[in-house]
Structure formats: C-alpha cells, structure tokens
C-alpha cells in the first residue's frame, strides 16, 4: 500500500568526479571515481530524506594484445579486467522509487530488475572482458552485494544485509552508439535472467 502513495520529490544533488579512463567508451586502463549527495525536502518541501553514494571502478590489462599497424589507428585487442565497487547509504524516509534499487542489467545480475529496495547498499562487480574481432567482445562475470533496510525491505526485501550474488556471461557489440549488452546471469537463489542494455556496465 505504502508503494502506491503519492510522493512530491524536490531534491538537490552535488556529485565530485574524478576520470582518468581510457578509451571511454571501452576502457582498459584508468580509474574513475565519483561521491555524491542527494538532499531532498530541505528547501523545496516535499518527501525529506539524503542519499550518499560513493564509487570506484578500476581496470587492468590481463592479457596484452598485438598492437597492430599504428596507421590503422586501432587500439589494441588486451584482455581486461574490471572492476567496481559501490556503496551507499540513507537517512530520513526516502520514498519507494527512491531507495536503491538492487537487481538487473546494470547492478546485481540474475536477478529481476530491482528486485531488492533498501536504504543501504553495497555493490561489488567483476568481468573478464575478451575481444573477438573488432565488433564483438564476450565477458564473464560475478555480482555480489545487497540493497536493505527500510520500511519496504520486509515484504519486498533484505531487511538485514544478506550477500547476494549472480554470476554468468554475455556478448558486447561495439556500435555508433556504444555497445550494445546482453547478459545470462544465474543468482543465488537457483535462479537465472536474460538482461539487455546499451552502453557499457562501468
């Protein structure tokens, strides 16, 4: 029932970045860094809670690849492994749709789309990313974290961290847009979920 109320949201957000990634769109060196808070309610009313989150992703260079003709202007085909950790962490009573959301594509994979609601949450992501040909990479990956806590966590959730996990693998295909994902992932629980997205995971 809580889930249906109406909710007015009216929030400021500051969030420090610090990117040294490279390439962008498909990196395998570097590191990017972000810390971010979210107030909502102070000054315009409305739903009154705050959001901290904090992230680190890293890569590294596992299997190095030829470098090829410099004239081609291609980069290299390494093997690369990536890495991110997130957390974060609430206060006051954030709405449903604004609690962290653990679940899908782009977070804990094998399981449903945000699956699990909480006001607390930690995230830690692995692939192995293996280049292909120039358009195509396949990955394998592992997931684990938890989102928990809060008034939806009992009937909707963890109400306790519990470390959940996923793990599974995919096909990346390099696009003018980005690339584009699609991922197998077994969870936990026994279960399993076919995910897509565009862009890359982090």
């Known amino acids: 029932q809580q889930i249906l109320n109406k909710s007015e949201v009216r929030s400021l957000s500051l969030t420090a970045v610090h990117d040294s990634r490279f390439p962008f769109l498909k990196p395998f060196r570097g590191v990017y860094t972000s810390f971010g808070v979210e107030n909502a309610g102070l000054v ?18 596992v299997k190095k690849g030829k470098e090829g003709n410099p004239d081609e202007a291609k980069l290299p085909k ?48 692995h692939e192995l990313r293996i280049p292909i040909t120039e358009a195509l990479d396949v990955v394998g990956f592992f997931d684990t974290g938890d989102a928990w806590g809060g008034r939806f966590a009992d009937a909707l959730g963890d109400s306790r961290f519990k470390l959940r996990y996923g793990y599974g693998g995919g096909i990346r295909v390099q696009t003018p847009i980005g690339p584009l994902r699609l991922d197998y992932g077994i969870n936990d629980e026994g279960g399993s979920e076919f995910t897509f997205g565009v862009g890359p995971t982090f």
């Open 44 to 61: 315009f009313g409305g739903a009154t809670f705050a959001k901290y989150t904090g992230e680190i992703r890293k890569y590294f260079i």
């Open 78 to 125: 390494h093997w690369v492994y990536a890495t991110r950790l997130m957390a974060g962490g609430s206060s006051g009573v954030p709405p449903f749709l604004d609690q962290f959301q653990m679940g899908g594509a782009d977070t804990l994979r094998g399981y449903k789309d945000d699956r699990f609601p909480g006001e607390t949450m930690v995230l830690w992501n």
